[in-house]
């Protein structure tokens, strides 16, 4: 079975601009996550999803970012006006939920770089 | 505030050497969970300790729990050049919720 899919891998776009980044989860799992790492602020969680609806959104920085899931196997973050300080790795990850222990298969990540 | 904190931050270690990294955390959890991210790859799980469960093994992998002090340990046995890697504990808390928190995770380098 394929794993979490995103999409782009790399990403490099200018400061102002609107950045949309994609994710298919694995078949089958409920949950979804947005996660964005960089070296200052480690793995922060985003938002998280339960079957498509936004459980919790503490984690989103601030009004420019935002995420939607409007099917089981889709989900955008999209960020707009872009920043350079949102470079970072934006990671999606998926949960079967409380029957794996909720245990998190990860995506390889986008990239992203803002000049 | 993040929940796990990994300690060592960085851990070099010759091959055939074990390597043992530590993760405290701050509140009640269901479990605890070990995960693994090698450079510029996303992260993969290892391993999962239920609050419990004292102790667990897989392969070369051994982890502890102890609840009373919050803190748990990963010991990789018998290290090899391709363990090379960052580690991260995440917790998810008591109460059911599926948010995991991360820390900020141990840089370990095995040298051949």
């Known amino acids: 079975d394929a794993g979490v899919i995103q999409s782009p891998r790399h990403e490099v776009t200018e400061m102002g601009q609107e950045v949309t980044l994609r994710c298919k989860p694995i078949?089958?799992?409920?949950?979804l996550f947005w996660y964005r790492q960089t070296m200052m602020r480690g793995l922060e969680l985003l938002i998280y999803?339960?079957?498509?609806?936004?459980?919790?959104d503490s984690g989103m920085p601030e009004d420019r970012f935002s995420a939607k899931m409007p099917n089981a196997s889709f989900s955008t973050l999209k960020i707009q006006p872009s920043e350079p300080r949102d470079s970072a790795v934006y990671f999606c990850?998926?949960?079967?939920?409380?029957?794996?222990?909720?245990?998190?298969?990860f995506g390889e990540g986008s990239w992203l770089t803002v000049v | 505030s993040q929940q796990g904190e990994e300690d060592p931050q960085a851990l070099s270690i010759q091959e055939g050497e074990n390597a043992t990294m530590n993760c405290s955390y701050k509140?009640?959890?269901?479990?605890l969970q070990w995960y693994r991210q090698n450079s510029g790859r996303g992260l993969v799980h290892l391993i999962l300790?239920?609050?419990?469960?004292r102790e667990k093994h897989s392969g070369r992998l051994r982890v502890t729990l102890d609840t009373s002090k919050k803190s748990s340990s990963l010991l990789i046995t018998a290290s090899r050049a391709a363990d090379t890697a960052s580690y991260f504990c995440?917790?998810?808390?008591?109460?059911?919720?599926?948010?995991?928190?991360f820390g900020k995770g141990t840089k370990l380098t095995v040298n051949p």
């Open positions: 990850a998926s949960s079967a939920g409380q029957t794996s222990g909720n245990t998190i298969y």
């Open positions: 078949s089958g799992h409920n949950s």
């Open positions: 999803f339960n079957n498509n609806v936004p459980i919790d």
């Open positions: 509140t009640s959890i269901n479990n």
């Open positions: 300790i239920r609050s419990n469960e």
């Open positions: 995440a917790t998810a808390r008591q109460g059911g919720s599926e948010k995991l928190v």
